[in-house]
């Protein structure tokens, strides 16, 4: 088994930033990309980003391209989203996730889940 615990959410105003973070524990040799994603009220939950844990191959949706930048820390087996020039359409439950992962895009892949944060941008 595989554990995640997320941490950073927050409420920020628009154009501000925030750092989550995502402490992994357990058989963490068993996956090989862990992925960021989110679900706002209402919405399907939808890929964010992901990193791969050996080569650090990084992933993004159109969406968030170029505002947020995904990272590791393989000794602390931890896995950052760094999340700037935020807009309110990215109010959303943020989840870490991880995996066995060929499709990089897709949530069934994923086999482990954290509890999800809350991150609200004010317009």
């Given at each position: 088994?595989v554990?995640?615990?997320?941490s950073?959410?927050?409420?920020?105003?628009a154009?501000?930033?925030?750092?989550?973070?995502?402490?992994?524990?357990?058989?963490?040799?068993?996956?090989?990309?862990?992925g960021?994603?989110?679900?706002?009220?209402?919405?399907?939950?939808?890929?964010?980003?992901?990193i791969?844990?050996?080569?650090?191959?990084?992933?993004?949706?159109?969406?968030?391209?170029?505002?947020?930048?995904?990272?590791?820390?393989?000794?602390k087996?931890?896995v950052?989203?760094?999340?700037?020039?935020l807009?309110?359409?990215?109010?959303?439950?943020?989840?870490c996730?991880?995996?066995?992962?060929?499709?990089?895009?897709?949530?069934?892949?994923?086999?482990?889940?954290?509890?999800?944060?809350?991150?609200?941008?004010?317009?």
């Amino acid at each position: 088994q595989v554990q995640l615990v997320e941490s950073g959410g927050g409420l920020v105003p628009a154009g501000g930033s925030l750092r989550l973070s995502c402490a992994a524990s357990g058989r963490t040799f068993a996956t090989n990309v862990m992925g960021w994603f989110r679900q706002a009220p209402g919405k399907a939950r939808e890929f964010v980003a992901a990193i791969r844990w050996s080569v650090g191959g990084t992933y993004y949706a159109d969406s968030v391209k170029g505002r947020f930048t995904i990272s590791r820390d393989n000794a602390k087996k931890t896995v950052y989203l760094q999340m700037d020039s935020l807009k309110p359409e990215d109010t959303a439950v943020y989840y870490c996730a991880a995996g066995t992962v060929l499709s990089i895009r897709d949530l069934s892949e994923y086999r482990y889940w954290g509890q999800g944060t809350q991150v609200t941008v004010s317009s």
